[in-house]
């Protein structure tokens, strides 16, 4: 490798990455060539799909299948998987073409005022939600006999460290073998022994027992909103900029993202059928359950592995939702503030990006381990930011991935906005009705 | 330094990329329908808001 100049550290890393896709670009197209080059181009979509199956998201499916089994859930999340695809598919095409983020996006073409409310939102809901991923990083090391104050700051260390190396593809490629542990939910649901006519049936027949109550429509809303989060967006056109993706590579990016969206779903599946096997026919009691407790209550029907593998499968969303969620908040304040913001660049070159990162982080963990951190209050508060940031960023991926100045050939086809208007109208629907019983929590009569 | 990159339309790919990346776009011209989504957009954020806001005033009462 060339000996690598400071000034253009990032620029000239991104041409020897560029050197390797056009070298397997230019041989033969066989099946082999074919996986070599997703298998070089893959990262964004795969890391933040697994990302988005943070520690949240786990006890979140976790509580669904425990409260109504695999009846009505299951069939929901398969109907997930491609609403996340079409929402991320937009943003390799977006990044892929215009070559920038999406903050930076928002900013140039809908004005100061959106860009700036959509980053703040944006970094204000991530620092919170790093909160909640440490707690479910140490929930998962807590099986392991790690005590929190070790598990916070260890975990922390790890989250930077990564960064550290200062390039993206490697950073990129150990968050994989990361993510690679995400799967642990699928032997881990495996194990419980499920009835696969009790899940067959539920894709067949989809009710719900007990009617749609207000409970159920904050695990609905829960659910969509662990499956399609406003960081996500700004990650994955974050990702697919730093990693360098032209549009000769959107065919690559758009199968990354749908081979995550099909992980997240199976994964997404595996734990509500782990629980709704376990948890709900036994009608246990699963009220107000630590990220710590699951593991331990699933203990005596499965025995210790399966503990542990639910305490690393824990561990391993906080992680990588961590990572990912730190770097959709660097590239965004980067973008906006005009700041280099690559992870080629070096820590001298790019300040404002490894700051962010660093200091979501070291915020984050330091909230979790202050005494008497009032913890539901921003669990809470994260879930309205999310809720107010959504439609918006839903919306202004719509327009920017129809804008033909930015976009050209590669704008929406018709049909694809067909079904992100639907999804924008579910969301805005969905968000309203939330925060109706959030402020109102009889309105719908529960 | 050696120059990566192949030649695509006569153009350096990453030339190419460079030039996408350093463009500045400008305001985005809207048509009648987005502008008619950016003004629910508005008053979605600004109800959203208040319910916000509501509901922190009550909890604090």
Redesign the interface.
């Known amino acids: 490798m060339?000996v690598l100049?400071e000034a253009?550290r990032d620029?000239?890393l991104?041409?020897?990455d560029?050197?390797r896709v056009?070298s397997v670009r230019?041989r033969s197209r066989s099946p082999l060539q074919n996986l070599l080059l997703f298998l070089l181009l893959a990262g964004p979509g795969i890391l933040v799909m697994i990302g988005d199956n943070d520690a949240g998201g786990v006890i979140t499916y976790a509580t669904t299948g425990a409260r109504y089994g695999v009846g009505f859930f299951v069939p929901f999340l398969l109907l997930l998987i491609p609403v996340a695809y079409v929402v991320q598919e937009m943003t390799v095409r977006l990044g892929a073409?215009?070559?920038?983020g999406h903050a930076e996006?928002i900013f140039?073409?809908?004005?100061r005022f959106w860009g700036i409310?959509s980053m703040v939102d944006l970094v204000l809901g991530n620092c919170l939600t790093l909160v909640t991923e440490f707690i479910g990083m140490a929930a998962g090391l807590s099986v392991f006999g790690i005590g929190l104050r070790p598990a916070v700051v260890g975990s922390a260390l790890l989250v930077a460290a990564l960064v550290s190396v200062q390039r993206y593809l490697t950073a990129e490629r150990i968050t994989l073998v990361c993510a690679a542990v995400n799967l642990v939910f699928v032997p881990l649901a495996i194990l419980a022994h499920p009835a696969p006519g009790q899940v067959l049936s539920a894709l067949a027949r989809w009710n719900l027992p007990g009617g749609f109550t207000r409970d159920v429509l904050f695990l609905v809303i829960a659910n969509v909103g662990t499956t399609i989060a406003p960081w996500m967006l700004f990650y994955q056109q974050g990702a697919v900029?730093d990693k360098?993706l032209?549009p000769?590579d959107i065919r690559e990016g758009q199968q990354d993202t749908l081979a995550g969206s099909l992980i997240m779903g199976v994964v997404a599946v595996a734990i509500v059928v782990l629980t709704g096997t376990v948890l709900f026919p036994r009608h246990i009691d699963i009220g107000n359950l630590s990220q710590a407790q699951w593991a331990q209550t699933l203990a005596p029907y499965l025995g210790p592995v399966a503990e542990r593998l639910f305490g690393l499968g824990l561990f391993e969303a906080g992680l990588v939702a961590a990572i990912t969620i730190s770097l959709s908040s660097a590239w965004a304040v980067g973008e906006v503030s005009g700041q280099r913001h690559s992870l080629n660049a070096s820590m001298r070159q790019a300040p404002v990006f490894y700051g962010i990162y660093a200091g979501s982080i070291a915020v984050a963990a330091a909230v979790v381990l202050l005494p008497g951190a009032p913890l539901q209050l921003i669990t809470l508060t994260v879930q309205?930011i999310a809720?107010?940031l959504m439609?918006?960023a839903l919306?202004f991926l719509l327009?920017l991935a129809n804008?033909p100045?930015?976009m050209g050939e590669h704008r929406n086809r018709l049909g694809a906005n067909l079904f992100t208007g639907g999804i924008v109208a579910m969301i805005?629907v969905l968000?309203?009705l939330y925060?109706?019983v959030?402020?109102f929590p009889h309105a719908l009569g529960g | 330094?050696?120059?990566?990159?192949?030649k695509?339309g006569g153009m350096d790919?990453?030339e190419?990329?460079?030039q996408?990346?350093r463009?500045?776009?400008?305001?985005?011209r809207?048509s009648r329908g987005?502008q008619a989504?950016?003004w629910m957009?508005r008053v979605?954020?600004i109800?959203?808001?208040a319910?916000?806001v509501?509901?922190f005033t009550?909890q604090l009462g």
């Not at chain 1, 140039?108 to 004005?111: H, I, K, L, N, P």
Request: a positive charge.
């Open positions: 060339a100049r253009s620029a000239d991104r041409r020897l560029r050197e056009l230019s073409v215009s070559q920038k996006l140039d073409r809908f004005g409310f900029v360098g032209t000769r309205v809720t107010l439609p918006p919306l327009l804008d100045e930015i805005l968000s309203t925060g109706i959030t402020v | 330094m050696r120059r990566y990159g192949r695509v790919e990453l190419e990329l460079e996408r990346a463009r500045v776009y400008g305001p985005a809207l987005a989504l950016m957009l979605y954020v109800g959203m808001l319910l916000v509501f509901a009550r």
